[in-house]
C-alpha cells in the first residue's frame, strides 16, 4: 500500500509563508505520478489547490495563482507546495493526493490521500 505523508503545516499570519510537504512511499511508482495538493476548510468542499505532472507541468486554483509554487523532488519522492502572501480564509487542511490509472491490463486504479496537515492563518 502506497503512503502520502503531509508536514509543514502549522499557525502562520496574514501575508506570511508556509512550505507543505508530502513525502511518498520510496519506490520508483512516484515518477509516474501527478502529485495533487488538495485543501478543506470547516464546512466547505474539498477543492483542487494544485497540480504538478511528472514532466513538471503545473496547474493552479486562480486563488492562489502568483502566490503559491508546487514542484517536486522525483529523487526523494516529494511534493512540495510553497505558499506565500496567505490569508484567513486559507485556513484548512490540506491534502496531498495522487490518482490515476495503470497501463495494465485490465487498468488498475489507485487514488492515495494523506492524512492531511493543519494550516490556520491568523489575522
Known amino acids: 500500500q502506497e503512503r502520502l505523508v503531509e508536514s509543514g503545516g502549522g499557525l502562520a499570519q496574514a501575508g506570511g509563508s508556509l512550505r507543505l510537504s508530502c513525502a511518498a512511499s520510496?519506490?520508483?511508482?512516484?515518477?509516474?505520478?501527478?502529485m495533487n495538493w488538495y485543501r478543506q476548510a470547516p464546512g466547505k468542499q474539498r477543492e483542487l489547490v494544485a497540480r504538478i505532472t511528472t514532466g513538471g507541468d503545473t496547474y493552479y486554483a486562480d486563488s492562489v495563482k502568483d502566490r503559491f509554487t508546487i514542484s517536486r523532488d522525483n529523487a526523494q519522492s516529494t511534493v512540495y507546495l510553497q505558499m506565500d502572501s496567505l490569508k484567513t480564509e486559507e485556513t484548512a487542511i490540506y491534502y496531498c493526493?495522487?490518482?490515476?490509472?495503470?497501463?495494465?491490463?485490465?487498468?488498475?486504479?489507485?487514488?492515495?490521500w494523506g492524512q492531511g496537515t493543519q494550516v490556520t492563518v491568523s489575522s
Open positions: 493526493n495522487t490518482f490515476g490509472s495503470l497501463a495494465t491490463r485490465p487498468p488498475t486504479k489507485y487514488d492515495y
Open positions: 520510496p519506490g520508483n511508482t512516484f515518477l509516474i505520478w501527478t
